[in-house]
């Protein structure tokens, strides 16, 4: 189970041909998995997690630890299981074995102690669902105000904030069908920032947009990289899995069939099924 069909081929060949010269330059510096770390400085915790649809098995034992101040870039053919990995971590899907840990604390299966954690967790989804119907400082403001009960002040203060962080200063009094697409996913990024998540979750943010869009979304989302935001990022941009990740996960059929650092990932695959990935997305 993958995302809408949004082809992700295309995407993956046609904008990664200047990701060689331009990336090696820009990709971030391996970080020490030992350094400053506990041996259990997990933020997310995944545990032998196993999903099904049907008889269909989505996932099948999947483990992954997201340490803190960690970008994860998760890659993969569709129907490999990438987005529906990410749509577990705060239950958006249920799983049927396993477990999910946010901050040391299990994911609860429902009710408000799973509506409380979901408040940790940022997600940005490839369709931007902001209410239409309301304002670009409504839709930031709106979950910090009902959830959190932040003083609305307080919160239209912080959100003209995060709308200048991601380029959108000037925006605040319109609403979504006045913006652009990359404006939109911006502003869904802005959101999220809004309820100062301890993870963000990007399930392929950028899979919907006009090509001359996607750098600008790429750019916020390498900002918040750059800044230590934990981050786990479902994609078919190999360049920015490339630049901006501390480490990439490559899956296919429901599992992780390989996870290192791009450096090792992209120029040494282990995998034949890596691989073989790899020079197809590669190719352009």
Sequence with gaps: MTTSASSPDRTAADRTDDVDDDVKGAQ????????D???????VRISHVTKYYGHFKA????SLDIHRGEVVAVIGASGSGKSTLCRTVNRLEPIQKGEIEIDGVPLPQ???ALAQLRAEVGMVFQSFNLFPHRTVLDNITLAPIKVRGTPRRQAETRAHELLARVGLADQAS???AQLSGGQQQRVAIARALAMEPKVMLFDEPTSALDPEMINEVLDVIKDLASSGMTMLVVTHEMGFARSAAD???????GQIVESGSPAEFFSSPRTERARDFL????SH
């Design 59 to 62: 996932l099948d034992d999947v």
């Design 28 to 35: 971030r510096e391996p970080r020490d998995p030992g350094a």
């Design 174 to 176: 319109k609403r979504p």
């Design 247 to 253: 480490r990439v996960v490559f899956m296919d059929g």
């Design 279 to 282: 020079s197809k997305v590669l």
């Design 37 to 43: 770390r506990k041996p259990d400085d997990a933020l």
């Design 110 to 112: 429902e009710g408000r």
